[in-house]
């Protein structure tokens, strides 16, 4: 198996500027992924707690209906591969872990959603496919299963992200890994939409250097988070530099950040935040960075989409970000790129929920275009 990755890689990099194709479906269905939001730490991202009365009541069915009121036209679905794996195994916890599965991507389409089954892995099960061909055949077969099951789905709203954040060191590795999971996704459901990533954190970066696979209809997904200081300021599971950041403003000048390098313990997160003042970010830097997925799509010829942005919210000047999610949102539509803001509810959330109630925050949704009905 691996051997048909690399030469399915070596495929890949044969499609030169001239001699990549249109992709009218794959244009077509990126209709369908214009406004969306991420359902996250539902399927995936929960610590394994993944029994069907928490998948039942975490985002529920009202969720969905909310989510489609406010204008979304798609969910993005984080699903875990170990309880896909269950499955896989006819495991009792697996079965009925896809049967709930299945419940949602049903209701939401059913609700006029658009559904991204995308496959979201805990780190350690990324790691398999670091070496070796063993565990990129595990997953290989897993998605071939999984393309299997959701075939007789409606292929114009349910679409296949074959793996999130892929942090895979190798690009050249990763793109032959890619290539084998879409070859087989194809294979399995011929007339739906593939998404691929680039291979480290799917960084605009990773897509700039990401060549397209060697198959039709696909779009090309990258998130965005720049800048890291600002959207990630008091995150405790990433990079050790924003920690300690509290209201880190947004837009950045060197002045307005000298209380934030005061609050970084070490020269190097004081130098951190120090670029970030002398970048200056603000709408016109968030217009120039987005500016270059749009080249890289025209480049190809195939869609692009960002299936990630958005801000911790704990510790930021709630203006400060809204007007980040706004420029994003604004820039993104500029260059016509699809989107889905990260998330709908908990620490990045669009949503609060409180005493069974579900308050949308209406100066978020107005950053992202939409208002509340």
């Not at 397209?212 to 997904?221: C, S």
Request: net charge negative; charged share 20%.
């Amino acid at each position: 198996m691996i051997t048909k990755t690399i030469a399915l890689f070596g495929l890949a990099l044969a499609l030169t500027t001239a001699e990549a194709k249109e992709n009218p479906v794959a244009f077509k269905r990126a209709e369908h992924l214009r406004k969306g939001v991420n359902t996250s730490i539902w399927f995936a991202q929960s610590s394994s707690n993944y029994t069907v009365d928490r998948l039942r009541t975490f985002t529920t069915p009202d969720d969905l209906k909310l989510i489609q009121q406010l204008g979304f036209d798609h969910i993005r679905l984080s699903v875990d591969a170990e309880p896909l794996t269950g499955w896989a195994h006819h495991a009792p916890q697996g079965d009925a872990f896809m049967q709930e599965l299945d419940r949602v991507v049903g209701q939401a389409t059913q609700d006029g959603l658009a559904v991204i089954v995308d496959i979201h892995p805990e780190s350690r099960y990324k790691q398999q496919l670091l070496q070796g061909g063993e565990g990129v055949d595990r997953f290989n077969s897993l998605w071939r299963l999984v393309a299997t099951h959701f075939k007789d789905t409606d292929p114009k709203l349910v679409f296949f992200e074959i793996m999130n954040e892929p942090e895979q060191p190798d690009a050249y590795r990763w793109q032959g890994i890619e290539s084998t999971v879409a070859w087989s996704i194809r294979q399995a459901a011929p007339e739906h939409t593939i998404i691929a990533a680039g291979a480290h954190y799917s960084g605009l970066d990773d897509l700039l250097q990401l060549q397209p696979l060697p198959l039709e209809n696909v779009i090309y997904t990258f998130h965005d988070y720049e800048p890291f200081p600002f959207t990630h300021q008091g995150a405790t599971w990433t990079d050790s530099r924003v920690e300690p950041l509290r209201t880190v403003p947004y837009p950045s000048t060197p002045e307005n950040v000298q209380r934030n390098i005061e609050q970084e313990p070490t020269l190097y997160g004081q130098y951190f935040v120090e670029q970030y003042g002398l970048d200056r970010w603000d709408a016109a830097r968030v217009n120039s960075s987005i500016s270059f997925a749009e080249k890289w799509s025209q480049l190809y010829h195939v869609p692009v989409y960002c299936g990630e942005f958005g801000v911790h919210r704990p510790y930021v000047a709630e203006q400060d970000r809204v007007a980040w999610i706004r420029d994003m949102r604004v820039a993104l539509e500029k260059h016509h790129i699809g989107w889905a803001m990260w998330d709908y509810q908990t620490n990045f959330g669009l949503v609060t929920k409180k005493d069974g109630q579900t308050v949308p925050d209406p100066l978020v949704l107005g950053a992202l275009g939409l208002t509340s009905k």
